[in-house]
């Protein structure tokens, strides 16, 4: 909706899946980065009215946080979830690396650790040869959907957070065409 120019729209659909989701708020930068991109040419139209909708998405994450010390009698209840010591990228990747080697390839935890960091170095991989083929905005909004969960210090979670990263299925969409044709 944001590239036809529909700001309200857009800001609805970032306000509900900011509410709901993680990734939600890194659609807001996304949208952010389009809007500079639609009105950069001229400053007076970029300080039109429609730029307060650009001020409704942050509002679903700023509800849920009112929902969580209305029930729990915390905003940060989702803090003890985040780690008190961010684990950079490499980390994460020499850690699978090493629990693909170590862990016993006939249990369960092999074949979790397998899908998980096969979807995570697969993410890694389209996310740098897709930098300069997808628009800049959603190539933030896959980079930030990918590296902010593996500050965590795994790839946990990584095919549920994938799933909703629209510019990953649409470069490995157009990627997996051109590998076709060749």
Same mark, same amino acid.
């Given at each position: ?7 309200? *729209? ?21 949208? *952010? ?13 970029? *300080? ?11 509002? !679903? ?58 979807? !995570? ?5 389209? *996310? ?28 946990? !979670? ?25």
């Amino acid at each position: 909706f944001m590239r036809q120019k529909k700001y309200l *729209l857009s800001a609805i659909v970032a306000l509900f899946a900011s509410y709901t989701r993680m990734s939600g708020i890194f659609l807001w930068v996304m949208l *952010l980065i389009e809007y500079y991109n639609n009105h950069k040419d001229n400053f007076k139209n970029f *300080l039109k009215p429609s730029t307060l909708f650009l001020l409704i998405p942050p509002l !679903g994450a700023l509800y849920y946080l009112n929902y969580l010390q209305v029930n729990t009698g915390s905003f940060l209840k989702f803090l003890p979830t985040i780690p008190t010591k961010f684990v950079f990228l490499h980390q994460v990747i020499i850690r699978y690396l090493k629990m693909l080697l170590f862990v016993d390839h006939g249990s369960t935890l092999f074949w979790t650790v397998l899908t998980e960091g096969l979807i !995570g170095f697969l993410c890694l991989y389209f *996310l740098i040869i897709s930098y300069n083929k997808l628009r800049f905005s959603y190539w933030v909004y896959f980079f930030l959907s990918f590296f902010i969960p593996t500050l965590w210090g795994n790839f946990v !979670g990584m095919p549920r957070f994938v799933i909703v990263v629209f510019p990953f299925f649409m470069f490995l969409s157009e990627w997996l065409n051109t590998k076709s044709r060749v």
